[in-house]
């Protein structure tokens, strides 16, 4: 096959980033298959060219159809076809940045040496000096993370799962303990390092990036946040993906039950609480079982084990009472402080014009002593199962529903 066709398999199931792609409709035209609007670390918006290097792999990833007894066409990229055929995307003005992952064929170094040398031609030869994301593959040597992160804009590591058991029932080669989280830790302490010397651009300057597969091997919320909130506490870690768990058809795991949407969902609001919100770990609510609460967000779930707490009176409360506040997030915040200090607020429709969800915050916030609500938001309704309504569909796919994130 000639290159645009290795290309076309390599990127066709390059879906959009729920956590950090555009919600509604996008301000520009999607592009070729593969390339995908994304929010960027330092703010504003980019268009990512996804490619997998190769889909040949001797892992044995039980959700994965490019496992190594998948029946997938397997193709691959020199170093030299990936840099050409991204700079060919870039120059025709569809594509502002890269993320680079590849499948294991064979050893590891490999294989990270092929993404390593993509990149070098990208940066050297090419001079681009836009961004790039690095996939960091299971069973690399510390020096290339090292090189990784010199070359990279952001580089990543999926951990899978919170522990040793979980890793393995995924893939029996993986080791979380012994490789795949050391070296997260050590591309996270090299990008820490770099800006608190106020050299950002010298190792990762958008930090690492971990995903976690949600709901196939009966981890559970309270673990997946737990590794989570200590490794964006260290500084570790920028943020974390979970993927919900998709079955697809030819893999091992293609029996196994797919985990509700609404689990995933829950998970990436309780992580942004954790590191944008100003929560502890230990403030989240769990049910018994040790996963969040599905018929409603955990901040909600919060806000009803602490009436005393609220209504919070909007024209007084700090910008850290605001947060507690279901509905408000940190732009809406800021907003409020900065509205209320030059004009009258009066109800709902004004702090609906400043990004307030009243549906959700009305019962927990006050203006001048009046609670905006008698009743606290209703749950979501019952009449299924979350995600219980959801056909239960086997995927067919060469590339991992999870692998561009």
């Not at 029946?71 to 030299?80: C, D, G, W």
């Not at 609404?262 to 018994?288: I, S, T």
């Amino acid at each position: 096959m000639d290159l645009d066709e290795r290309v076309a398999i390599l990127m066709r199931d390059a879906t959009g980033d729920r956590e950090q792609g555009l919600p509604g409709k996008p301000k520009f035209q999607q592009g070729p298959v593969g390339i995908r609007p994304l929010r960027m670390p330092g703010g504003g918006v980019s268009r990512l060219m996804r490619v997998m290097q190769t889909n040949a792999c001797s892992l044995s990833c039980g959700y994965c159809p490019t496992f190594c007894g998948g029946k997938v066409k397997r193709v691959s990229l020199t170093p030299e076809e990936t840099a050409r055929a991204f700079m060919q995307a870039h120059r025709r003005g569809e594509a502002d940045g890269l993320f680079l992952t590849s499948g294991v064929p064979g050893r590891a170094e490999r294989a990270m040496d092929r993404m390593l040398a993509a990149v070098e031609v990208l940066r050297r030869r090419e001079r681009f000096e836009g961004y790039v994301h690095l996939k960091m593959l299971p069973g690399v040597e510390a020096d290339q993370v090292r090189e990784a992160v010199r070359l990279a804009s952001r580089v990543s590591i999926n951990l899978e799962g919170p522990t040793d058991a979980v890793v393995r029932r995924l893939a029996a080669e993986k080791d979380l303990t012994a490789d795949l989280l050391p070296k997260l830790e050590l591309a996270g302490r090299l990008s820490r390092e770099a800006r608190l010397e106020r050299q950002p651009q010298r190792a990762a300057p958008g930090g690492t990036t971990t995903q976690f597969v949600v709901g196939s091997q009966g981890e559970t919320d309270h673990q997946l946040l737990g590794l989570v909130s200590r490794l964006e506490g260290e500084g570790l870690l920028h943020h974390a993906h979970f993927s919900a768990f998709q079955p697809v058809a030819g893999t091992p795991m293609a029996d196994v039950p797919p985990a509700p949407a609404a689990r995933e969902q829950r998970l990436y609001q309780a992580e942004h609480l954790l590191r944008q919100y100003g929560f502890r770990f230990d403030e989240l609510v769990f049910e018994p079982g040790g996963n969040l609460p599905l018929d409603c967000d955990p901040k909600t779930a919060w806000a009803r084990c602490h009436p005393s707490r609220f209504p919070v009176e909007l024209l007084r409360a700090s910008r850290e009472d605001l947060l507690r506040v279901p509905g408000v997030g940190p732009l809406a915040a800021e907003r409020l402080l900065a509205v209320r200090r030059r004009a009258v607020l009066r109800g709902l429709e004004d702090l609906k014009r400043i990004g307030i969800d009243v549906s959700r915050a009305a019962y927990f916030i006050a203006l001048r002593g009046r609670r905006l609500a008698t009743r606290p938001p209703a749950q979501q309704l019952g009449l299924f199962p979350p995600g219980g309504h959801l056909p239960r569909v086997v995927w067919k796919t060469a590339v991992p529903p999870c692998a561009y994130r």
